[in-house]
T-cell receptor, first 114, second 112 residues
Framework: NAGVTQTPKFQVLKTGQSMTLQCAQD?????MSWYRQDPGMGLRLIHY???????DQGEVPNGYNVSRSTTEDFPLRLLSAAPSQTSVYFC?????????????FGEGSRLTVL | EDKVVQSPLSLVVHEGDTVTLNCSYE??????LLWYKQEKKAPTFLFML????IEKKSGRLSSILDKKELFSILNITATQTGDSAIYLC????????????FGKGTKLSVIP
C-alpha cells in the first residue's frame, strides 16, 4: 500500500542551486498537486495537474516548475533555490471520479535553503 | 475570492476537556467541506460534509455544517493527548475546480 511517495524526505540546498522533488502515486489518480506548508500559513497550492500533459498554477507558483509525463509521476522543480523556499512540501493526489475532493497526501519533504 | 478561515489558530486544553474548532468559508458554488488532522507528517482525512450530509460523527469527533451561515465546527469530546495536532479545514474552489483551498489550521495541544 504505497499510496503517495515523496523523495527526498529532507534536503539542504544553497541559494541558487536547483533540485527536483519527486512524487509518485500508485492509485491511478488523475489529479496530482503540490503544496507548501509554512508555520502559521496552512497549506498553499503551488501547482496541480488533472492528467498527463496538463498542468496549471496554484496560489504560489513562482520559482517552481512541474511536468506530468505519466499518470503516476509529478515532479516539482526548483530552478534557482531561494531562502524563501525553505518549507515543507507535500504532494497530494485524488481521483477525479469522486465528488468528495478527498486528497491523499505524501509524507512530506522538508527543504532548507541556506 | 474563495477563502477558508479557521479559528482559533491555537488552543491549549487539559485532558478530558471538550473543544470546538471553527471553520468559516466563502466558496463559489459550495460542494463540500473537508476536515483533516495533521500530526507529525501528512494530513489525514477525518470528515467530509456536503449539502446532503451536514453532520458526521466518528467516536469522540463530530462535525456539523451550517450552509446558511457558511461555517463548520469540529467537536472533540473527552480530549486525549493523542488528539494534539493541527486540524485543517478545506473546501474545493469554485465551480468546475478541483483544487482544495485550506485554512491556516488550528493547532490543538492537549496537556495531561
Amino acid at each position: 500500500n504505497a499510496g503517495v511517495t515523496q523523495t527526498p524526505k529532507f534536503q539542504v540546498l544553497k541559494t541558487g542551486q536547483s533540485m527536483t522533488l519527486q512524487c509518485a502515486q500508485d492509485m491511478n489518480h488523475e489529479y496530482m498537486s503540490w503544496y507548501r506548508q509554512d508555520p502559521g500559513m496552512g497549506l498553499r497550492l503551488i501547482h496541480y495537474s488533472v492528467g498527463a500533459g496538463i498542468t496549471d498554477q496554484g496560489e504560489v507558483p513562482n520559482g517552481y516548475n512541474v511536468s506530468r509525463s505519466t499518470t503516476e509521476d509529478f515532479p516539482l522543480r526548483l530552478l534557482s533555490a531561494a531562502p524563501s523556499q525553505t518549507s515543507v512540501y507535500f504532494c497530494a493526489s485524488r481521483s477525479l471520479g469522486t465528488r468528495t475532493g478527498e486528497l491523499f497526501f505524501g509524507e512530506g519533504s522538508r527543504l532548507t535553503v541556506l | 475570492e474563495d477563502k477558508v478561515v479557521q479559528s482559533p489558530l491555537s488552543l491549549v486544553v487539559h485532558e478530558g476537556d471538550t473543544v470546538t474548532l471553527n471553520c468559516s468559508y466563502e466558496v463559489t458554488n459550495f460542494r463540500s467541506l473537508l476536515w483533516y488532522k495533521q500530526e507529525k507528517k501528512a494530513p489525514t482525512f477525518l470528515f467530509m460534509l456536503t449539502s446532503s450530509g451536514i453532520e458526521k460523527k466518528s467516536g469522540r469527533l463530530s462535525s456539523i455544517l451550517d450552509k446558511k451561515e457558511l461555517f463548520s465546527i469540529l467537536n472533540i469530546t473527552a480530549t486525549q493527548t493523542g488528539d494534539s495536532a493541527i486540524y485543517l479545514c478545506a473546501a474545493p474552489l469554485g465551480a468546475g475546480s478541483y483544487q482544495l483551498t485550506f485554512g491556516k489550521g488550528t493547532k490543538l495541544s492537549v496537556i495531561p
